[in-house]
């Protein structure tokens, strides 16, 4: 009698990712840069170690991880949004890892 055994892991998708730099008027998504198996609950963090949290049509996390910053008006640029280090961990089974610091800049 013979058992499966399933690979628990966590591993980088891309950890050199370091700077983002975006345009206003488009917006940017960033895939959180790890992931796990099985399946890794991402999360979004500033460099500071503070959760994020959605604002309305400016900065959101999908379901999948990515980290939506949305298009906005010059007039509604915000620093601690639009010009800070953000990272992002993934945790399941195996522990959890932390990506390294990603500047983001509009």
Known sequence: HSEDVVSTRLYFV????????????????LPCPAGGAPHAVLRWYLATGDDIYDVPH??????????QLYP????????????NDY?????????KIRSPSI????
């Not at 400016?58 to 980290?67: D, F, K, M, Q």
């Not at 906005?72 to 639009?82: K, L, Q, R, V």
């Not at 990272?87 to 522990?95: K, L, S, V, Y």
Request: glycine share 6%; with cysteine.
């Open 14 to 29: 891309n950890a050199s990712l370091q700077r983002v730099t975006f345009s206003s008027s488009v917006g940017v998504s």
């Open 72 to 83: 906005f008006s010059p007039s509604a640029f915000n620093s601690f949004i639009h010009d």
């Open 87 to 95: 990272f992002c961990t993934a945790e399941n089974q195996a522990g």
């Open 103 to 106: 500047r983001v800049k509009a």
């Open 58 to 67: 400016i900065r959101h996390v999908h379901a999948n991880g990515t980290l």
